[in-house]
């Protein structure tokens, strides 16, 4: 059985982290968000349960998303890491990157307000401390189905992330999913800009596969990055709940951009998510850009 440790992203928009523990195996999987606050109260509830930093074997990544890597540098960088080989295209920042991100989200922006707020959200995935770089890993090939080290699997996927690991133990029928599956977020799917390109890309088509991936291994209890864990048939149920309301944001996408597909993407999320545009921009902005990208409704190519 794991042992869960919760802690705060220090704004109360953003959602409380999860940290897990084997200590069967001394496996600690994800590390919280990049805030010396988060980790000392980690570091207290983790001592508090007769644990010591010098117990940890391996820390595994479950994705590239700064909240659940960006603690990792407050960690002694002589505990190896497991992840999947993408994260390394998101260790470090350079000024290219931040103009290119500038460059392409500018076509799809009328309000100067969310740029700013969406930019900040992109650079933010990007650990400017090199914290996966400067220590010895074992990084899981994209291209790979399975690695096991141990009594665990990892499996590389694409859909909340380009970066996803699940990380499944069969003894336990459990499964550590990071953010692939949440409790009532029906816009999970963050837009990346894939550098190699040079233009924004969407990963949502592939999200519905990585949670059927997740049935398909019928765990008993899956832990998730964000809230209470699992169990299979609520797993199933928030699928089902999340295809549907997918369906119902791609129609109305849809019934939009096939009228004027110049509109822009940015005022189109205002238009269909206005309750929820004061809460973030960011997400319903990335979900409504998915569906462009994935409908081929512009070409991003200069």
Same mark, same amino acid.
């Given at each position: *059985?794991?042992?869960?440790? %919760? $802690?705060?992203?220090?704004?109360? #928009?953003?959602?409380d982290v999860n940290?897990?523990?084997?200590? @069967?195996?001394?496996?600690?999987?994800? =590390? &919280?968000?990049?805030r010396l606050q988060s980790f000392l109260v980690f570091? +207290? *509830?983790? +001592? !508090?349960?007769?644990? @010591?930093?010098?117990?940890?074997?391996?820390? $595994?990544? %479950?994705?590239?998303?700064?909240? /659940?890597? &960006?603690? #990792?540098?407050?960690?002694?960088e002589s505990i190896p890491v497991i992840y999947n080989e993408n994260i390394l295209n998101f260790q470090g920042i350079q000024w290219n990157t931040i103009k290119n991100n500038e460059r392409l989200i500018d076509r799809f922006i009328i309000k100067d307000e969310y740029k700013v707020q969406i930019l900040n959200r992109m650079l933010m995935e990007y650990d400017d401390s090199y914290s996966v770089k400067k220590r010895r890993g074992f990084p899981?090939?994209?291209? %790979? @189905?399975?690695?096991?080290?141990?009594?665990?699997?990892?499996?590389?996927v694409e859909g /909340?992330?380009?970066?996803?690991?699940? =990380?499944? +133990? +069969?003894?336990?029928?459990?499964? $550590?999913?990071?953010?692939?599956? #949440?409790?009532?977020?029906?816009?999970n799917n963050i837009i990346e800009m894939d550098k190699t390109q040079n233009k924004l890309v969407s990963f949502r088509k592939m999200s519905i596969g990585e949670m059927k991936k997740l049935v398909d291994l019928q765990p008993i209890e899956i832990f998730i990055g964000h809230g209470k864990p699992f169990e299979l048939d609520g797993l199933k149920i928030n699928i089902k709940n999340t295809i549907r309301r997918r369906k119902r944001t791609e129609k109305k996408v849809n019934n939009i951009f096939e009228t004027d597909r110049l509109k822009p993407v940015a005022q %189109?999320?205002?238009?269909?998510?206005?309750?929820?545009?004061?809460?973030?921009?960011?997400?319903?902005?990335? @979900?409504?850009? !998915?569906?462009?990208?994935? !409908?081929?409704y512009d070409s991003f190519d200069d």
């Open positions: *059985m794991l042992k869960q440790f %919760t $802690v705060s992203q220090g704004d109360e #928009l953003l959602p940290i897990y523990w084997d200590n @069967e195996n001394k496996i600690l999987f994800d =590390c &919280g968000p990049d570091l +207290r *509830m983790f +001592r !508090n349960a007769g644990n @010591e930093l010098d117990d940890i074997k391996y820390i $595994v990544l %479950t994705h590239h998303h700064i909240d /659940h890597i &960006g603690g #990792l540098k407050f960690f002694p899981i090939k994209a291209s %790979t @189905e399975t690695s096991s080290f141990g009594e665990w699997t990892f499996i590389p /909340h992330s380009s970066s996803d690991l699940i =990380c499944y +133990r +069969r003894k336990n029928a459990e499964i $550590v999913s990071g953010d692939i599956i #949440l409790h009532n977020v029906f816009f %189109t999320a205002e238009e269909i998510f206005k309750t929820f545009i004061s809460y973030d921009y960011f997400l319903p902005f990335s @979900e409504v850009l !998915n569906i462009y990208l994935d !409908n081929n």
